[in-house]
Every structure is written in C-alpha cells, then in structure tokens.
Nanobody, 124 residues
Framework: QVQLVESGGGLVQAGGSLRLSCAVS????????MGWFRQAPGKEREFVAT????????YLSDSVKGRFTISRDNAKNTVYLQMNSLKPEDTAVYYC?????????????????WGQGTQVTVSS
C-alpha cells in the first residue's frame, strides 16, 4: 500500500518561499509520476504541478508558473515543490499525489493515491 507523507508547510509572509517535500513508500518510486494539488478553504481541490517518473516532463498550473517548481529525487523516494514569490491566494492545504491517470492538468478523479496534506498559509 502506497504511503505519501508531506512536510514543509507553514506560515510565511507574502513574497517568501517554502519547499514542500513528499516522501513515498510502497511504490517503485522511480517508475511513477507524481503531483501536487491544493485546496483552499471553501474551494475545490485543484492541480498545481506534476512530474513524470524520469523528471523529463513537467506540468504547472497557470497560476503558479514562473513561481513554483516541481522536482524529484528518485534516490530518496521524494518529490518536492519549491514555492517562491508566495501570495496570500496560495494559502491552502497542499496534497501530494500519485497513481495519476494523466500528467497534463489532471483532475482529482485522475488521482489514485493522496497524502494527508500540509497547510501553507501566506500572510499579506
């Protein structure tokens, strides 16, 4: 059974940076695509970023392009989300995801496995 454990969330001022990590077990990590989603209060969970098993294909939502990057370390079974130039509207619970049906802007129905989420709060 796959386990996804996120870390790195917290409170940061607007313009600041955070790096989220997601440690994965129960899968051959180097063979699976990974993704990040987020859910703000009162809103639906939305796609943020995905990365292919090799790292050669990356997709980012328009709202985070130029500010966020996704990367992976297959030796550490970990995927990262580097978030720069954070805005108050980035405030959300961020979820790690795998068992993806598609890489390009997947919806929540395209995800087979979720982490428990980590809170990111950006103050103005």
């Amino acid at each position: 059974q796959v386990q996804l454990v996120e870390s790195g969330g917290g409170l940061v001022q607007a313009g600041g940076s955070l790096r989220l990590s997601c440690a994965v077990s129960g899968r051959t990590f180097s063979r699976v695509a990974m993704g990040w989603f987020r859910q703000a209060p009162g809103k639906e969970r939305e796609f943020v970023a995905t990365i292919s098993w090799s790292g050669g294909n990356i997709y980012l939502s328009d709202s985070v392009k130029g500010r966020f990057t996704i990367s992976r370390d297959n030796a550490k079974n970990t995927v990262y989300l580097q978030m720069n130039s954070l805005k108050p509207e980035d405030t959300a619970v961020y979820y790690c995801a795998t068992d993806l049906r598609i890489l390009a802007a997947p919806g929540v129905r395209d995800v087979g496995s979720w982490g428990q989420g980590t809170q990111v709060t950006v103050s103005s």
